[in-house]
């Protein structure tokens, strides 16, 4: 798994995906320390947004799971807006991270990313989830876990929209218009 999240071509998202990464450990089973909850949350919304830029086939399975652990987790209702926000965030650094790097080994990917341990969870209809190594994590107040995640067929082609929308923005903003100006000068370009 690490080598299929690894190559992205900017060095401080792969540090970021790494330690995503080893933070997800010790939710299925692997000895690590264990990770804050807004860590975690993070985590699985990297995870999130490479299934979703790579069209992984499993993708809409993961973002139920996550966004289960998310809310079941969560300690308080402020947590779970927090871990909401923490998980949108890792979702859309990583799916930006795969346009900036042309969707690259998204083959790759996605065999690693449909054989994650996260599918051997077991969600049941009140919000409890049983983890791969069997522990119970219950909600504080039972929910029905149907409702946590509506498949949205046009999910990628709105944060596609919504990325294109921002970087066009960007670069027609007058201050890094000469921002760029002034850096070409500087450059000799």
Known sequence: MIS???NLGNTSMNK???YAFL???PAFGAVAAEPTYLEEVKSLGFVSGQGLACQASKYDTFELLARAILISKAQSD?????????FNEGKAEAFISKIRDNMS????????FDNQQI???????DGTIKMPDGKLVKP???YDATLVYKKDPNARDEMIKLYQTQHNKILND???KKALRERQARDGF
């Open 105 to 112: 080994d998204c083959a790759q990917i996605n065999r690693s």
């Open 4 to 6: 299929a999240y690894s």
């Open 16 to 18: 970021t995906l790494f």
């Open 140 to 142: 504080r107040h039972a």
């Open 119 to 125: 599918f051997k969870a077991v969600l049941y209809g």
């Open 78 to 86: 402020d947590m779970q807006e927090q871990g909401m926000r923490a």
């Open 23 to 25: 933070s997800l450990l």
């Open 174 to 176: 007058p201050n890094y």
